[in-house]
């Protein structure tokens, strides 16, 4: 596909480029306000647990923006464990990459690991249910 950035996907959230379908949060406040707001709704949001030394994650940011693209019904959020130890804490997370898959503000699967077709299988898996 062509490689150029005037290219502006269709999105809700501000035209980042690329980046616009994954939402980043910087700040606990920022992330309870969101996580709150998500339990009203019926809409998948998948959780990618990463940080910025990790190769893996690295690894992963693309095809996690593919999925963003691919099911625009989901929500991808991205959380780094550096900048948000305790949100990491309070889901278990130990190892990054992790997903962690959320309805309603309820954890309803996990993948542990730069897994992309599993990622993928669940994804498609509970956006359904």
């Given at each position: 596909?062509g490689g150029n950035m005037s290219h502006i996907l269709d999105s809700d959230e501000s035209s980042h480029?690329?980046?616009?379908?994954?939402?980043?949060?910087?700040?606990?406040?920022?992330?309870?306000?969101?996580?709150?707001?998500?339990?009203?709704?019926?809409?998948?949001?998948?959780?990618?647990?990463?940080?910025?030394?990790?190769?893996?994650?690295?690894?992963?940011?693309?095809?996690?923006?593919?999925?963003?693209?691919?099911?625009?019904?989901?929500?991808?959020?991205?959380?780094?464990?550096?900048?948000?130890?305790?949100?990491?804490?309070?889901f278990g997370v130990q190892a990054m990459p992790s997903?962690?898959?959320?309805?309603?503000?309820?954890?309803?699967?996990?993948?542990?690991?730069?897994?992309?077709?599993?990622?993928?299988?669940?994804?498609?898996?509970?956006?359904?249910?």
């Amino acid at each position: 596909m062509g490689g150029n950035m005037s290219h502006i996907l269709d999105s809700d959230e501000s035209s980042h480029g690329h980046e616009s379908r994954i939402v980043s949060f910087h700040s606990k406040g920022q992330w309870n306000t969101h996580f709150a707001a998500s339990k009203d709704s019926d809409k998948l949001m998948v959780i990618d647990f990463t940080a910025t030394w990790c190769g893996p994650c690295r690894a992963m940011e693309p095809i996690l923006r593919d999925y963003a693209d691919k099911f625009t019904d989901v929500e991808f959020v991205k959380l780094d464990v550096d900048e948000l130890p305790d949100v990491a804490r309070e889901f278990g997370v130990q190892a990054m990459p992790s997903f962690v898959f959320m309805k309603k503000g309820v954890v309803v699967d996990k993948i542990v690991g730069a897994r992309k077709d599993e990622l993928q299988k669940k994804i498609e898996k509970h956006r359904r249910s």
